[in-house]
């Protein structure tokens, strides 16, 4: 061998770093934390302990289930679906046309109260196939337009219903552009229920959504209408069908509060409705209803959460009792519990 040659242990560039061994592991620095041995509950889950937490959660969830159907089941709720019957039967061929053109709307209906209802009476619309939540409808407005009069020009989120020839519009944006605007009124024996329309929206809207000092301004005066007008002498946080309508809705199908009769109702009592069908659901197929509704201390009329209460419970006692015949019928011998990895080793680490 040449003894010229250099030694591949001779001094050179890099021949330090290839003598030093490298740390390539990922592996984190040891705490109890990361590897998961800190002291925890593990239970056994014996079929007396499966058993009990069944027989537990249906003698919770059943009780609850058949009280919130109870609760539900006394509200009184009175609902008339109008859109198609408040169109005269030689326009219904062509209710588009209708709606837009400039006959008179004026519709007669007549509900008749099915059991007792107590004050207050809340009186709501309902639209169904109506997208509120639609990302560029939901977008459509202007929140420091509405809550601050120095910001009349904040219309950059509000396309296309930003601005007019006179100025920006205020409130600009599609939701308000498409507010609501069938009217309802009731009388009872030939007198007038008043409706309350005061307290309808939410008081932190009011307070602090829709400012005090703001005022609608150019408001409709475009081309195309697309829904209700607005007070021009009453502030926004004073106009509570708008601010009512500006909550929008997550599903297609929803109600809004349009107003309160505080006045009690009689079985068999029967309530005119003289109504404006002014609002276009026909250009998307969409349904109109009128809902006059009581409450109680769960709310509305709603049994979907006792059916799902009731349905959880019964479903658990039923596995209840499967388990205890199959545990009394073919009974199997538990295990030693101390053969378990985490009592033959408590800290968890394996033997090497």
């Not at 609760?71 to 679906?81: L, P």
Request: net charge positive; charged share 20%; glycine share 8%.
């Amino acid at each position: 061998m040449n003894s010229n040659t250099p030694s591949s242990s001779a001094g050179g560039p890099g021949s330090a770093d290839l003598a030093t061994p490298r740390r390539n592991s990922k592996r984190p620095k040891y705490s109890r934390f990361t590897q998961q041995e800190l002291p925890a509950c593990k239970p056994i889950l014996t079929p007396k302990w499966v058993i009990s937490t069944f027989l537990l959660i249906s003698v919770v969830f059943i009780p609850i289930g058949v009280v919130s159907l109870l609760a539900s089941r006394d509200v009184v709720e009175i609902v008339n679906q109008y859109e198609t019957e408040c169109i005269p039967e030689e326009s219904r061929n062509d209710k588009v046309g209708f709606i837009q053109s400039s006959q008179d709307k004026n519709c007669s209906r007549t509900l008749r109260v099915p059991k007792d209802m107590k004050q207050p009476i809340y009186v709501y619309y309902q639209l169904d196939n109506f997208y509120q939540n639609h990302r560029r409808y939901v977008k459509s407005r202007s929140d420091q337009q509405l809550r601050n009069p120095g910001s009349e020009n904040s219309t950059d989120a509000c396309e296309p219903e930003e601005k007019t020839n006179s100025g920006s519009i205020v409130p600009c944006g599609l939701i308000a552009w498409s507010l609501f605007n069938d009217t309802y009124a009731f009388s009872r024996n030939n007198q007038q229920l008043a409706i309350n329309k005061r307290g309808i929206s939410w008081k932190s809207d009011r307070d602090h959504k829709f400012g005090k000092r703001v005022y609608p301004k150019n408001f409709q005066n475009g081309t195309l209408i697309g829904g209700g007008r607005l007070n021009t002498s009453k502030p926004l946080s004073e106009q509570e069908d708008l601010i009512v309508w500006m909550r929008t809705a997550a599903l297609p199908t929803f109600r809004k509060l349009y107003g309160k009769i505080e006045m009690d109702l009689q079985t068999g009592d029967v309530i005119d409705v003289s109504l404006q069908n002014n609002y276009n659901t026909y250009s998307f197929n969409g349904k109109k209803k009128l809902v006059l509704s009581t409450t109680s201390w769960l709310g509305g009329k709603n049994d979907f959460i006792g059916i799902a209460y009731l349905t959880v419970g019964g479903l658990c006692f039923f596995l209840a009792m499967v388990f205890t015949l199959i545990y009394l019928i073919m009974p199997r011998q538990l295990g030693d519990p101390s053969y378990l990895s985490w009592n033959r080793n408590p800290g968890g680490h394996l033997a090497s």
